[in-house]
């Protein structure tokens, strides 16, 4: 771990240096004139919640017919099973179920998620945008990275 703590550190001095910074002071040219900002563009409308909330539900009722068709199929595999027992009848039917299972999840998460998005209000605020902050850690016994993201 010592020897790899100068090495983490030289990693972190590259990463966080400018270009500018690590080349050589006589090859840097003076700065010319910045050219004029092309013309605004006038970006694309953001998705409103109305329009999440309603993919969302989509997500919802797609997942719910999945977990139908994964159902009927466990239990369809259940019925041959019982009628002649096999390890592949076996498999194929715990298979179905779990994709069941994982069908109704998806179908309840995003169930939930359009029903709080059609309930609730978007707050009218003058608040900065969402930012992302991340920043690198080293300690005398290792390294990471943390971040703060604010909304």
């Known amino acids: 771990m010592k020897r790899a ?10 990463t966080l240096a400018s270009p500018a910074a690590l080349a050589d002071p006589s090859s840097i040219a003076p700065a010319a004139a910045a050219p004029a900002p092309p013309p605004a563009v ?17 997500v919802a009722v797609a997942a719910a017919g999945t977990a139908a068709v994964f159902g009927v199929l466990a239990l369809q595999n259940k019925s041959d ?4 027992a096999t390890y592949g009848r076996a498999q194929d039917g715990n298979n179905d179920a779990a994709y069941a299972d994982g069908a109704i999840a998806l179908a309840v998460a995003a169930g939930v998620t359009s029903l709080v998005l059609f309930l609730t209000r978007d707050a009218v605020s003058s ?25």
């Open 42 to 58: 006038p970006s694309p409308p953001s998705p409103t919640r109305t329009s999440v909330a309603l993919a969302s539900a989509g």
């Open 127 to 151: 608040a900065p945008p969402a930012a992302l902050s991340a920043v690198p850690l080293v300690t005398a016994h290792g390294g990471g990275a943390g971040a703060v993201l604010r909304f």
């Open 81 to 84: 099973f019982q009628s002649s």
């Open 5 to 14: 703590l100068p090495s983490l550190a030289l990693v972190l001095v590259v």
